[in-house]
T-cell receptor, first 112, second 114 residues
Framework: DADVTQTPRNRITKTGKRIMLECSQTKGHDRMYWYRQDPGLGLRLIYYSFDVKDINKGEISDGYSVSRQAQAKFSLSLESAIPNQTALYFC???????????FGEGSRLTVL | AQSVTQPDIHITVSEGASLELRCNYSYGATPYLFWYVQSPGQGLQLLLKYFSGDTLVQGIKGFEAEFKRSQSSFNLRKPSVHWSDAAEYFCAVGLYNQGGKLIFGQGTELSVKP
């Protein structure tokens, strides 16, 4: 089983719908991240969390919210999806400042 | 503001040829630097990382990278490319004064000709 698991892996939805992407990890890391990947733009940070009580906005947090339900779980929500949120979303974890990130396999979201 | 630039969007090399992927960063302190690889339909895998010490770092799959502070660069190299190296490569800088979050470059897609 993967250390960082994302569900769903693929999702097609319509404009205005609420969507939740879930991430769970078995690595025991405190730090969790949500990134968005778009062609030609690389990965951009949406939100990150250093522990259950610590949530921080990244560079592109508008239109997104997150919930850290437990050390191992970090969910990303789109309250009202729009087409320009069509992208590949990655969850990642790390255990130290400046340490490497461990990525899930990604969740591909299409908003029609 | 911190940033990472990968000037080459797409590179094509012949199998067996050498490879160099460029990465430049902007950060006001000594950075932590990373190279990740993403194969089609997969997540990102760490190739190598630089934290301190020797500026030439070795990674997996025969890759190496050299940190040059004077040029703010961290270029990735491989002496002989294999067809299985075709993928997208991302350079990233770790901002240790901001809790260690990573900022990524735009990515370089590598194609390998037979």
């Amino acid at each position: 089983d993967a250390d960082v698991t994302q569900t769903p892996r693929n999702r097609i939805t319509k404009t205005g719908k609420r969507i939740m992407l879930e991430c769970s990890q078995t690595k025991g890391h405190d730090r969790m991240y949500w990134y968005r990947q778009d062609p030609g733009l690389g990965l951009r940070l949406i939100y990150y969390s250093f522990d259950v009580k610590d949530i921080n906005k990244g560079e592109i947090s508008d239109g997104y919210s997150v919930s850290r339900q437990a050390q191992a779980k970090f969910s990303l929500s789109l309250e009202s999806a729009i087409p320009n949120q069509t992208a590949l979303y990655f969850c990642a974890t790390s255990d130290t400042t400046g340490g490497e990130l461990f990525f899930g396999e990604g969740s591909r979201l299409t908003v029609l | 503001a911190q940033s990472v630039t990968q000037p080459d969007i797409h590179i094509t090399v012949s199998e067996g040829a050498s490879l160099e992927l460029r990465c430049n960063y902007s950060y006001g302190a000594t950075p932590y630097l990373f190279w990740y690889v993403q194969s089609p339909g997969q997540g990102l895998q760490l190739l190598l990382k630089y934290f301190s010490g020797d500026t030439l770092v070795q990674g997996i799959k025969g890759f190496e990278a050299e940190f040059k502070r004077s040029q703010s660069s961290f270029n990735l190299r491989k002496p002989s490319v294999h067809w299985s190296d075709a993928a997208e490569y991302f350079c990233a800088v770790g901002l240790y004064n901001q809790g260690g979050k990573l900022i990524f470059g735009q990515g370089t897609e590598l194609s390998v000709k037979p």
